[in-house]
């Protein structure tokens, strides 16, 4: 079997992507989402139940990512202030206001896509 390699300028997109970080977060997730609140986070903050705030494992704290319900089209605009969720499978913990904004009230299908970035240390 053959393997044909993307290449954008001359240059592997494997290497671009490790390269230059912002065309990672072009790229789109699908996964399982799952809820969450009431812990401190791994920035510090409160996953309030009411505020539209996320954990993901690898974006950087306050990227603003919009997640979309795969099974209603519903879709909602978060902020990442958390790490996890760590269960295989699932891409991101949602706060109770963020599942409730895309119709879910446990585990749900979505869709992951980077709106923006707020430059921030982890």
Do not use: W
């Amino acid at each position: 079997m053959q393997y044909r390699h993307a290449r954008l300028f001359g240059l592997p997109l494997l290497i671009l992507s490790v390269l230059c970080p912002t065309l990672q977060g072009a790229r789109a997730e699908s996964g399982i989402a799952s809820v969450y609140s009431g812990e401190k986070t791994a920035n510090g903050e409160y996953a309030h139940a009411g505020r539209l705030t996320a954990a993901h494992k690898s974006l950087p704290f306050g990227t603003m990512v919009q997640v979309t319900n795969r099974s209603n089209g519903r879709s909602v605009i978060v902020r990442i202030n958390d790490r996890g969720p760590f269960i295989r499978g699932r891409i991101i913990d949602l706060t109770p206001a963020g599942a409730r904004a895309i119709g879910v009230d446990g585990l749900a299908k979505v869709d992951l896509r980077v709106v923006s970035r707020e430059a921030r240390a982890d």
